[in-house]
């Protein structure tokens, strides 16, 4: 029998779930409120709100049920899982969605995090501000994300005006960390309690989006990978989790510091499409489905580019050797993500070469 797997959000992410469950012989139902979303090219794709009546009830007949966005209403992933299997579970959903419960996860887990205070009214911000010194980041509790509802803070002008930008809503005053680097662990636990990590990704961020991912993260050394590993099991483990489970990480001297988690496949694991023996998206929906993982392990050096905003010509980039393009099927605008190249180089040393030579196709203006 082929199983439907009913999915909340239908943009990119949705969409690449759809391309690796075809050939495992899934189909796919979307609900996504936007007009003409990128995975509605492929599948069949209910325009409702996330928690209209008429979703969950199209929601409830599929075998399963997940999700590529992680703003999804908890209460229709609550109301779901009491008519059809929800993964991961909306538990994971809820934490997620709040950076607070987020931090306060870490830190029952014993996972180092950067120093953090919540916050609800300009007193309490005010005495946060004094606590956690001059260099720190506010940040909103819930519905952030590609560095929106995000205010650096370096002065105490900086934060009137963090507070005037921000305030009014939870947040959360957070020390700001001067990082190394920015690394991710895309991991992912099945129905069975299998669990299987990728190798760490180097991350770049531009304004808050992800821009660049190096995977594996170069100069990667074993202990850092278990260190990675070792947090990743206890987050999957902590919410049972089924899927992939992305945690974003920051290095500080040879140090990991848990920055959030995403309960969905990851931006930074869109390298493992052609870099890696198994795609997220695949061992997502192997999760799901109560198959065995397939393997993590990298195949080659990979570089991804994001294409935000533009979209250089793609005869261009994909006359680079061992470039792939992947286009998501959106209406350019300033800021969007519109697609991404990967590129598998055997070497970190010719993966460098070829993402300089691809960075300046992408990105013009350096
Ligand atoms: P986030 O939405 O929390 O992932 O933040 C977006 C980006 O802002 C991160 O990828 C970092 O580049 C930066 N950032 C967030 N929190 C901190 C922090 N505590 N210290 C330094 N940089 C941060």
Avoid at 144 to 161: C, E, M, N, P, V
Avoid at 227 to 235: D, F, H, I, K, V
Wanted: a negative charge; hydrophobic letters at 40%.
């Amino acid at each position: 029998v082929t199983p439907t797997i009913g999915i909340l959000g239908a943009g990119q992410l949705g969409r690449m779930l759809a391309l690796s469950g075809y050939p495992l012989g899934v189909k796919f139902v979307f609900v996504d409120p936007a007009p003409s979303p990128p995975a509605a090219d492929l599948a069949p794709h209910l325009q409702l709100a996330y928690d209209d009546p008429k979703a969950l009830q199209a929601l409830s007949q599929c075998d399963s049920v997940t999700y590529e966005f992680e703003n999804v209403p908890e209460a229709t992933a609550r109301a779901l899982s009491g008519s059809v299997s929800v993964f991961p579970a909306p538990e994971a959903l809820h934490v997620a969605q709040d950076r607070w419960l987020e931090k306060q996860c870490f830190a029952e887990l014993g996972i180092p995090t950067p120093r953090s205070v919540a916050v609800d009214t300009l007193t309490e911000f005010d005495a946060a501000v004094r606590e956690i010194g001059p260099h720190a980041v506010a940040k909103t509790r819930r519905m952030g994300y590609d560095g929106k509802g995000q205010r650096l803070i370096r002065s105490t002008r900086d934060a009137a005006s963090a507070w005037a930008a921000l305030g009014g809503v939870p947040l959360i005053l957070e020390e700001l960390v001067p990082f190394e680097r920015e690394l991710s662990l895309i991991a992912v636990r099945s129905s069975t309690g299998q669990i299987a990590c990728y190798p760490l990704a180097q991350n770049e961020h531009h304004d808050g989006i992800l821009r660049v991912t190096l995977a594996p993260a170069p100069r990667l050394t074993p202990a850092l990978q278990l260190e990675a590993e070792r947090y990743g099991a206890l987050l999957l483990e902590r919410f049972q989790y089924v899927g992939v489970l992305a945690l974003e990480l920051f290095q500080i001297d040879g140090r990991l510091l848990a920055n959030e988690i995403a309960p969905r496949v990851h931006n930074s694991g869109h390298w493992t499409i052609e870099g890696a023996v198994t795609s997220q998206f695949e061992n997502h929906l192997r999760a799901g489905l109560g198959l065995p993982l397939g393997a993590t392990q990298a195949t080659c050096a990979a570089g991804m580019i994001n294409l935000i905003g533009q979209i250089p010509d793609p005869a261009t980039i994909l006359e680079l050797p061992g470039a792939h393009l992947h286009l998501y099927g959106k209406t350019p605008r300033a800021g969007r993500k519109l697609g991404h190249v990967t590129l598998c180089a055997r070497t970190a040393e010719e993966r460098q070469q070829r993402v300089a030579r691809l960075r300046a196709l992408c990105d013009p203006s350096p």
